[in-house]
């Protein structure tokens, strides 16, 4: 039960992590034809002047 609370824990900071984010999304298609819906996390960090 510790295991499956401590994975809890851990999925909850990485989602947090992942809304201080700026999301895109994309579709691209690979040679073979195949589409694939990507979502881009990209993580801004300030820095002071």
């Known amino acids: 039960m510790a295991l499956v609370l401590n994975r809890?824990?851990?999925l909850h900071a990485w989602w947090e992590m992942l809304?201080?984010?700026f999301m895109s999304n994309h579709?691209?298609?690979s040679p073979s034809g195949e589409l694939f819906f990507i979502k881009w996390?990209?993580?801004c960090?300030?820095?002071g002047w």
Do not use: A, G, N, Q
């Open 41 to 43: 996390y990209t993580l």
């Open 8 to 10: 809890i824990l851990k």
């Open 19 to 21: 809304d201080k984010c």
């Open 45 to 47: 960090i300030r820095r």
């Open 27 to 29: 579709l691209v298609e």
